[in-house]
């Protein structure tokens, strides 16, 4: 980390999806980052009533909370308004609603106050969950990102220098979590429901496909990923036990279906690990909070000596302390802040991330 002439102090809105958030973080040169305040306030009750989110409702309560949190954010630190060196928000990717909520609110905050703003690539802000934890990677490494809207493998040459290597060709892993816990009458999000009735589940019951994408000259794409012949098959799966049996057998597909994307995630990461010889892997996202997964994970890379470091999982879902992270991430390597006409770009990579930064907004 390099030396900063002077403390930083950030304050940070996320509002991509469906959780509201705003966090204040802190560098010091001599203490390192300090979290002063990280607030949620989180819309999944009322998505869940839907099965799923609902864009219309996220931007609406995104517009109700965000006054309150940045209050509460700034009372939570004990600073003021005056204290905040520089405002960020999430303005890519996302749903275009909610993230002109933040991104609109973050840039009002700036220019009423007089502070720089800078605009932060969701993803970047997922990779810098990481830099949260006392141990923190030092790049080149392999970045695997699993959440609800993506599943990538990127190569993290040094932050700000991004080489997507594999890629989900349809759902992404959470959303295929989601999508099987409907399936199986569980509530939204479906991650974490499926993590809890998965533990009095058998993971070997039943022999589910890993997904794989052909490639049009013959062969696979070794490193990308496919989940939609899985949700396929649980629904055949399903269907075929609801009307064959007396006891449907929940537990046992849940942890069958989480076994076999954990299975997919970890090879495919420790395949792209050796081809690409690197020695540290990095898993973030809200995937990533699976506890199955962070334990296979961990068990492989011991085999096969790759340095695992896992985003906490207080860290992994949606928060504005990881914005937060990816902002002082930027002011470290002194990028000019974001034009304050900067707007918002639902479908943004991260190796696009770059651009977001100088006079000339890409969009
Ligand atoms: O990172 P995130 O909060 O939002 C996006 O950027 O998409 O990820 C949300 C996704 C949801 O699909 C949710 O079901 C999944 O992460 N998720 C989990 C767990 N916790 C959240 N999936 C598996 N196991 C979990 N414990
Ligand atoms: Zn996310």
């Not at 998965?198 to 496919?226: H, N, T």
């Not at 899985?230 to 929940?250: G, N, V």
């Not at 340095?307 to 990881?322: P, R, Y």
Request: charged share 25%.
């Amino acid at each position: 980390m390099r030396y900063l002439p002077k403390n930083q102090t950030v304050l940070a809105l996320e509002t991509s999806c469906d959780e509201s958030a705003v966090a204040v973080l802190t560098i010091e040169p001599l203490n390192g980052m300090q979290l002063m305040a990280n607030c949620i306030a989180s819309q999944v009750d009322e998505h869940a009533k839907w099965g799923g989110v609902v864009p219309e409702i996220a931007s609406r309560r995104h517009l109700e909370s965000l006054p309150f949190l940045v209050e509460k954010a700034l009372f939570d630190s004990g600073l003021s308004i005056g204290d905040i060196d520089t405002i960020a928000a999430t303005v890519a990717p996302g749903l275009a609603g909610s993230l002109l909520i933040g991104s609109l609110t973050g840039r009002t905050l700036a220019a009423l106050h007089d502070l720089p703003f800078l605009g932060i690539h969701h993803l970047e802000g997922h990779l810098a969950s990481v830099t949260l934890s006392a141990n923190s990677p030092k790049p080149p490494f392999l970045l695997l990102l699993v959440s609800g809207g993506h599943t990538e493998l990127i190569e993290v040459v040094d932050f700000g220098k991004y080489k997507r290597i594999g890629r989900s060709h349809d759902d992404a892993a959470g959303e295929a979590f989601d999508k099987v816990a409907r399936l199986l009458g569980l509530p939204y999000p479906g991650g974490p429901s499926i993590e809890k009735i998965s533990r009095d589940g058998d993971p070997k019951r039943f022999k589910l496909p890993k997904g794989r994408v052909s490639r049009p000259e013959g062969g696979f794409y070794p490193y990308d990923f496919s989940f939609s012949g899985l949700k396929t098959a649980m629904l055949r799966l399903t269907q075929s036990l609801e009307k064959s049996s007396d006891f449907f057998p929940k537990e046992d597909l849940a942890a069958s279906f989480e076994q076999v994307v954990a299975e997919v995630l970890v090879e495919r990461s420790l395949k792209c690990a050796e081809d690409l010889k690197m020695e540290t892997l990095v898993m973030v996202g809200g995937v990533a909070a699976n506890k199955r997964l962070r334990k296979m994970m961990s068990q492989r890379c011991l085999e096969k000596g790759v340095n695992l470091h896992l985003a906490s999982k207080d860290f992994c879902t949606d928060n504005a302390a990881m914005i937060a992270a990816a902002a002082l991430i930027r002011i470290q390597s002194e990028v000019e802040p974001s034009s304050m006409k900067l707007g918002v770009a639902p479908r943004w990579r991260l190796e696009q991330a770059n651009l977001l930064y100088g006079p000339n907004p890409p969009f």
